[in-house]
């Protein structure tokens, strides 16, 4: 039984496409987490959702945009994918905000040719 | 600007020995710090975490300690093991209106030799 998990594992597209990852959890948490994993290896948080309210927006293009259709649920839609969105996506969720252990999901990795 | 910062890239290790693994910080309102590890194509796993008004925090073979006027940590491993060998992560908040952000450091390689 996954506690995070992620569709698709493996993303190739072309650029100017628009995709969709999507996040589920079954651990009952109320926040959930996007960060992108870029070439050097830094995870950098990207969004947060705290039931279903975005919480955290970090200075993401407004191509991508987050939705939480309920608090077990957060996708990430890219549009217009561009080469430099080539990354692993890692979804994550906590309990509550705020000083909480994060539990991470396997990872999206996109490949934008 | 990096405010955690993992200054060694990888480290080895002899099975039974113990590995050290440091984490320096910048940021004064980092508040709360965990270690996070990561086998390849995996997510990261939590390991131990560790709160300001504590200077160590021990979970079986895992110790972290916290030198908040340095602001550096360490994980220990004791006695490592050939199965530990992953990417360790350092990762930080800062509390209040951070709402749960995490700063994460680049990442430290951990080979155990058998």
């Known amino acids: 039984d996954t506690a995070v998990s992620q569709t698709p594992k493996y993303l190739v597209t072309q650029m100017g496409n628009d995709k969709s990852i999507k996040c589920e959890q079954n651990?009952?948490?109320?926040?959930m987490y996007w960060y992108k994993q870029d070439s050097k290896k830094f995870l950098k948080i990207m969004f947060s959702?705290?039931?279903?309210?975005?919480?955290i927006n970090e200075t993401v293009p407004n191509r991508f945009s987050p939705k939480s259709p309920d608090k077990a649920h957060l996708n990430l839609h890219i549009n217009s994918l561009e080469l430099g969105d080539s990354a692993v996506y890692f979804c994550?969720?906590?309990?509550?905000?705020?000083?909480?252990?994060?539990?991470f999901g396997p990872g999206t990795r996109l490949l934008v040719l | 600007d990096q405010q955690v910062k993992q200054n060694s890239p990888s480290l080895s290790v002899q099975e039974g020995r113990i590995s050290i693994l440091n984490c320096d910080y910048t940021?004064?309102?980092?508040?709360?710090f965990l270690w996070y590890k990561k086998y390849p194509a995996e997510g990261p796993t939590f390991l131990i975490s560790?709160?300001?008004?504590?200077d160590k925090n021990e979970d079986g073979r895992f110790t972290v300690f916290l030198n908040k006027s340095a602001k550096h940590l360490s994980l220990h491993i004791v006695p490592s093991q050939p199965g530990d060998s992953a990417v360790y992560f350092c990762?930080?908040?800062?509390?209040?209106?951070?709402?749960?952000?995490?700063?994460f450091g680049q990442g430290t390689i951990l080979t155990v030799h058998p």
């Open positions: 940021n004064s309102m980092f508040d709360y």
């Open positions: 990762a930080a908040d800062a509390g209040g209106t951070s709402y749960g952000k995490l700063t």
């Open positions: 959702y705290n039931n279903k309210e975005l919480i």
């Open positions: 560790i709160s300001s008004i504590k």
């Open positions: 651990l009952g948490h109320d926040t």
């Open positions: 994550a969720s906590s309990y509550r905000q705020g000083q909480e252990t994060q539990y």
